[in-house]
């Protein structure tokens, strides 16, 4: 055997590992996902999807073009894996009381939609130089599911007999998450008790009845 292959031979066997590496490429950074995902997150919302340059995207999270071409070959990739981790997790699963549910809902939406630049991303999905894949992403993983959970918890009220069988759902749904966007847009801070406050006008809207709020018993005079 020649010298340098001897010599190459007995580096693969005192590390299998670089043998393997060598054969499939380098390991993948998870720590470049995450910066370029940030970045892009605030590109999208600052500049919207026309504007939006990955070589920007590339420099600002200090890593190259070819590194990010290889993980999303396209804008539109990029832009709908950001979208993706826009993805908020839902709350905890349904109690016996709907009305508490849809409040712990609008909790957690108006958490998510507070975020830096979640406001933001709303106002360049509905650009219309917007890809249409990527406002397609948006609408399924982002909008869709909160709008599903809401309606649950409403079909689960009407179930129970506590709104009316017939109420108009579809509208009760959109003003649950659509009387925030009219707000931002109107003041720079949500009112005290969104979320509760929001509930109980809605739930009322749609037949349901709240609960009386107790009160202590007197002090006997003597």
């Given at each position: 055997m020649?010298?340098?292959?001897?010599?190459?031979?007995?580096?693969?066997?005192?590390?299998?590992?670089?043998?393997?590496?060598?054969?499939?490429?380098?390991t993948r950074d998870p720590s470049i996902d995450a910066r370029v995902l940030a970045v892009a997150n605030r590109h999208l919302?600052?500049?919207?999807?026309?504007?939006?340059?990955l070589t920007a995207v590339a420099?600002?999270?200090q890593t190259t073009r070819q590194a990010l071409y290889r993980r999303w070959p396209t804008k539109a990739s990029?832009?709908?894996?950001t979208v993706h981790a826009a993805v908020d997790?839902?709350?905890?699963?349904?109690?016996e009381n709907p009305l508490a549910d849809l409040a712990a809902e609008l909790a957690n939406f108006a958490r998510g939609v507070s975020r830096p630049g979640r406001l933001s991303l709303v106002g360049a999905m509905l650009q219309d130089n917007t890809a249409p894949e990527v406002l397609a992403r948006y609408?399924?993983?982002?909008?869709?599911?909160?709008?599903g959970r809401i309606r649950a918890i409403l079909e689960r009220a009407q179930r129970l007999g506590l709104i009316e069988p017939d109420a108009d759902l579809d509208v009760a749904v959109?003003?649950?998450?659509?009387?925030?966007?009219?707000r931002a847009l109107a003041e720079p801070l949500p009112p005290p008790n969104w979320p509760t406050r929001t509930?109980?006008?809605v739930w009322r809207a749609v037949g349901g009845t709240l609960p009386q709020p107790q009160t202590r018993n007197p002090e006997p005079i003597r």
């Open positions: 020649p010298k340098n292959n001897a010599v190459r031979y007995c580096i693969d066997m005192a590390d299998p590992a670089s043998a393997v590496a060598q054969r499939r490429g380098r919302a600052t500049h919207g999807y026309a504007a939006m340059s420099h600002e999270a990029l832009a709908a894996a997790a839902a709350p905890d699963g349904p109690s609408r399924t993983q982002v909008v869709a599911p909160r709008r959109t003003l649950c998450t659509g009387s925030w966007y009219a509930a109980a006008l």
